[in-house]
């Protein structure tokens, strides 16, 4: 019988990128497949956020061979648009000028037109509320469906970002430091709806620098350090207290409980 061949969600292939004056990633090659769940994990300014904004096009990498690429489910050239209806990215930046006072419900509804909150031209079809009612129930946000955008805590502006991102049903969803700013009871709500995602099959990228967030479905761990790939395997590998303190360049103490990794100090 032949096997299924795997297809790649993310392929970077020598990819360095500027900001600023910085080199905020030098040279990295990775490859992530459609269905796996991935944490990339690394210290404050190490370049994951630049890794996730080369994938949306807000940064471009440094041209600085032919063997350097991005692929993204196997293509090279996307167009912005299309690539949201494949990946559901949410980001701080996003959750930043998504602060309007808006509806949580039409801010979901927006994401069937790209666009932050819906403008008159655009045609809301009963369909689309329909669908973007069940993903509020699927989240556990309905109650919030009314409120304004700019009266949620952060934890529930979040969740109304990752409803926004789903209402594509995209194979993945890419998620940059998502219980930032979250308190403990949030976090853990959070992160048990992603857990509900990934076992319906959504592939989840998370980037974190915190190992608490590393939900239980994630199996793949990739670290950077110093905008360079530390370390690529499996969290049985890697999220070990000697490789975590190499990657944190600090003594790091672990615990798991229950599926999760804590950081004791
Ligand atoms: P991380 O997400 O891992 O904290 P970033 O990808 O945001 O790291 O940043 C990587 C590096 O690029 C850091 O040294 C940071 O200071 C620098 N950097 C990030 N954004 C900018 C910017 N807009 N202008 C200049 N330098 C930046
Ligand atoms: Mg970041």
């Known amino acids: 019988m032949q096997r299924k061949k795997k297809v790649p969600l993310l392929e970077f292939s020598n990819v360095s990128a500027q900001r600023g004056t910085t080199t905020a990633l030098n040279d990295i090659t990775l490859s992530v497949d459609l269905g796996e769940n991935a944490a990339i994990i690394g210290p404050n300014g190490s370049g994951k956020s630049t ?32 690539l949201r209806s494949m990946l ?48 509020l129930d699927l989240l556990n946000i309905s109650h919030l469906a009314d409120r304004s955008m700019t009266d949620m805590s952060a934890g529930q502006a979040r969740a109304m970002l990752i409803a926004r991102a789903l209402v594509h049903d995209p194979q993945a969803l890419i998620l940059d430091e998502p219980t930032s700013s979250l308190d403990p009871s949030a976090t853990r709500k959070f992160l048990k709806s992603l857990s509900e995602l990934a076992k319906a099959g959504k592939s989840i990228i998370m980037v974190t620098h915190h190992i608490h967030d590393i939900i239980p479905e994630i199996d793949r761990i990739i670290m950077i350090k110093n905008g360079r790939v530390f370390a690529d395997g499996s969290k049985k590998e890697l999220i070990k207290e000697s490789v ?21 100090r």
Do not use: H
């Open 244 to 264: 975590l303190s190499e990657l944190f360049s600090t003594p790091v103490e672990i615990q798991k409980k229950d599926g999760f990794y804590y950081l004791l």
């Open 51 to 82: 890794l996730i904004k080369l994938i949306t096009r807000e940064c471009y990498p440094i041209q600085n061979s032919s063997e350097s690429f991005i692929k993204i489910l196997g293509e090279t050239v996307w167009d912005v648009s299309r």
């Open 88 to 135: 559901g990215i949410v980001s701080p930046d996003l959750q930043e000028i998504c602060n309007r006072r808006i509806s949580g419900r039409d801010m979901v509804v927006s994401g069937f037109f790209s666009s932050i909150g819906l403008f008159p031209y655009q045609y809301v079809t009963e369909d689309m509320i329909d669908q973007a009612n069940s993903i």
